[in-house]
């Protein structure tokens, strides 16, 4: 079994063979109807979610699982108990446990003390699971990854982080073009520059906005201020509308360019109507895809 903390916890051949399977899942919903039958997955939410929660809730269900959703407030640990001991005791019920968090720290801490496998449902330093999905999308537009350009217009976030890992792995070029202060961590970075050139691929991070979206195949974008960042969102709203994805912005990308969002999105910020509900966008498949690929997720953290 293993835990999903991390996409640098996959290797390229694993990233594929997690992409084929979600394919094959959502080509076929009945092949897994029975994957998880008498499996209990936990999921423990401590931050809001509409996708993640009712994708894997709706997975696990459509494998024959049960899927026990619980949030910080009806739990001890909002009451002190730690996340080891909490990890520990779910352990003793579920199979497998799913954790969005804030911290990458208190992933690394359940999954160090939990028997059952941990997957990451998001943290502060990224959305791995986001990003099977949005791989999932975009293969399903353009075929092949290998050779595309991403370019991620905006904050250098857990989203972003995410993506840049993952479209290295696939020998993608991933630009990021995002306000000074505001670039992707470095450690992140420089991950993921390792991994790209490895596979092919490249990471560049720039601040010039149009230079961001110029020729891509796909042009990415999130909000500006996450979860846990409310209080900077006017600060950010001062210095980010140069990197909104706009009908500007995709006139300079590829004429056949894809417009993505893992969504919730802040229209009129950090993309614009015409782009979100255009003939470009591809917003909605891609939060349908996260349904098929937590399905093929599990089945890789159960080994299944
Ligand atoms: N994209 C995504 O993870 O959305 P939720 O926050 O609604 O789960
Ligand atoms: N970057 C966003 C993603 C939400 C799915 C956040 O962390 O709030």
Not at 196 to 213: L, S
Request: negative net charge; charged residues 20%; proline residues 5%.
């Amino acid at each position: 079994m293993r835990d999903f903390l991390s996409i640098a916890d996959l290797s390229a051949d694993e990233l594929v063979n997690l992409l084929e399977r979600s394919a094959k899942i959502k080509a076929d919903p009945q092949s897994v109807a029975t994957a998880l039958a008498g499996t209990a997955v936990a999921m423990l939410f401590e931050k809001p979610s509409t996708r993640t929660r009712t994708s894997f809730e709706v997975a696990v269900g459509q494998m024959a699982g049960i899927a026990v959703i619980l949030t910080e407030t009806d739990m001890q640990l909002g009451r002190g108990e730690s996340l080891e001991d909490t990890g520990r005791v779910l352990s003793r019920y579920a199979e497998a446990i799913v954790l969005r968090t804030f911290g990458q720290d208190r992933l690394d801490r359940l999954a160090g003390a939990a028997d059952a496998p941990v997957v990451s449902a998001l943290s502060d330093l990224e959305h791995p699971c986001q990003a099977v999905g949005d791989l999932l999308t975009i293969t399903e537009r353009k075929g092949a990854l290998a050779g595309l350009t991403l370019a991620y217009l905006g904050d250098g976030n857990n989203t972003c982080h995410a993506l840049m890992l993952a479209g290295a792995l696939s020998g993608m070029r991933i630009r990021v073009a995002c306000p000074p202060g505001y670039e992707p961590d470095e450690r992140v970075s420089a991950l993921a520059a390792e991994l790209a050139a490895a596979h092919g691929g490249a990471i560049e991070v720039t601040d010039d906005p149009a230079a961001g979206p110029a020729g891509a195949d796909i042009v990415y974008t999130d909000v500006w201020a996450s979860m846990g960042q409310e209080s900077e969102a006017t600060a950010r709203e001062a210095v980010f509308p140069p990197f909104q994805v706009n009908a500007a912005a995709m006139a300079l990308a590829a004429p056949d360019a894809i417009a993505m969002h893992c969504l919730p999105a802040h229209r009129g910020l950090e993309i614009t109507d015409e782009v979100l509900d255009g003939p470009q966008s591809v917003v909605w498949d891609q939060a349908e895809n996260r349904l098929h690929t937590e399905k093929a997720i599990l089945l890789f953290a159960l080994d299944r």
